[in-house]
T-cell receptor, first 110, second 116 residues
Framework: QKEVEQNSGPLSVPEGAIASLNCTYS??????FFWYRQYSGKSPELIMF????GDKEDGRFTAQLNKASQYVSLLIRDSQPSDSATYLC??????????FGSGTRLLVRP | GAVVSQHPSRVICKSGTSVKIECRSL??????MFWYRQFPKQSLMLMAT?????????EQGVEKDKFLINHASLTLSTLTVTSAHPEDSSFYIC????????????FGPGTRLTVL
């Protein structure tokens, strides 16, 4: 079992809708979680990180963490075509390495 | 913000030559930097952890004599691909860890290496 699991997608949503990206992890002791966005041919860009159970909002983005169920999600409100990218979920292990999921490709249709 | 630069952004070289890639944290100090490789349509693969003032820690299967890492200052790490071969062609990306409460990693823009 992979440490961080993501559905590869593509997840297709219409412009203006809410995109919901999900991620599960296997190590119950994990504490720190990160969402990165990666456009094709570019390097990852940090969107948000979350440490505590519950929701964390930043603009159109909301990260949700549920440690009991071992999942992390990212909601994108009012999705725009420019949000079309691959979204990478990652957890930080005890040696500060990031363990990445394989990413979910999001497609926002105009 | 936290800005990380990489140079060069793109390099084409002949088989057997060596290529050096620089990674710099521009507005923060980074004791720890990381080097990743990404093949088309695949996820990031961590190659090594670069520690300022000490030897790099390589992931299993990564040849330390082929991928030389030097982290000589708190803002600069270099990756040298020695005796490059076509199978080393890939997208090499560094990240720098901003120390603090959250230890976020910020990625450089990447270097696309093509070995002919």
């Amino acid at each position: 079992q992979k440490e961080v699991e993501q559905n590869s997608g593509p997840l297709s949503v219409p412009e203006g809708a809410i995109a919901s990206l999900n991620c599960t992890y296997s190590d119950r002791g994990s504490q720190s979680f990160f969402w990165y966005r990666q456009y094709s041919g570019k390097s990852p860009e940090l969107i948000m990180f979350i440490y505590s159970n519950g929701d964390k909002e930043d603009g159109r983005f909301t990260a949700q963490l549920n440690k009991a169920s071992q999942y992390v999600s990212l909601l994108i409100r009012d999705s725009q075509p420019s949000d079309s990218a691959t979204y990478l979920c990652a957890l930080m292990d005890s040696s500060y390495k990031l363990i990445f999921g394989s990413g979910t490709r999001l497609l926002v249709r105009p | 913000g936290a800005v990380v630069s990489q140079h060069p952004s793109r390099v084409i070289c002949k088989s057997g030559t060596s290529v050096k890639i620089e990674c710099r944290s521009l507005d923060f100090q980074a004791t720890t930097m990381f080097w990743y490789r990404q093949f088309p349509k695949q996820s990031l693969m961590l190659m090594a952890t670069s520690n300022e003032g000490s030897k790099a820690t390589y992931e299993q299967g990564v040849e330390k004599d082929k991928f030389l890492i030097n982290h000589a200052s708190l803002t600069l790490s270099t990756l040298t691909v020695t005796s490059a071969h076509p199978e080393d062609s890939s997208f090499y990306i560094c990240s720098a860890q901003r120390e603090g409460a959250y230890n976020e990693q910020f990625f450089g823009p990447g270097t696309r290496l093509t070995v002919l």
